[in-house]
């Protein structure tokens, strides 16, 4: 049973910075993309943004200049790190990942909160 586990999440005030983490349980090399997506309350989940596994990003236009994506192979690690932080941020973030067989994996989530 492959697993995606992330952690970060927490308050932070607008304009702040979080660095999110998805942990796999296996090697990241396995999935072909991994992305993260949102889900603010009362709202359906959103797409924020993917990487592939040549390093290729994607970005949702509304995060774009403020979020990065990264990997770390060695660790099996994705990370997000969020910066210039907005109310609207505010959401539970999600780790996902699809491997080279087509199977998607989801992460339970980690709370983001953006307020003063």
């Known amino acids: 049973q492959v697993q995606l586990v992330e952690s970060g999440g927490g308050l932070v005030q607008p304009g702040g910075s979080l660095r999110l983490s998805c942990a796999a349980s296996?090697?990241?090399?396995?999935?072909?993309?991994m992305s993260w997506h949102r889900q603010a309350p009362g709202k359906e989940r959103e797409f924020v943004g993917l990487?592939?596994?040549?390093?290729?990003?994607t970005y949702q236009d509304s995060v774009k200049g403020r979020f990065t994506i990264s990997r770390d192979n060695v660790k099996n690690t994705m990370n997000l790190q969020m910066n210039s932080l907005k109310p609207e941020d505010t959401a539970i973030y999600y780790c996902?990942?699809?491997?080279?067989?087509?199977?998607?994996?989801w992460g339970e989530g980690t709370l983001v909160t953006v307020s003063s």
């Open positions: 996902n990942g699809r491997d080279l067989s087509g199977n998607v994996y």
């Open positions: 296996r090697s990241i090399f396995s999935f072909n993309m």
């Open positions: 990487i592939g596994t040549g390093g290729r990003t």
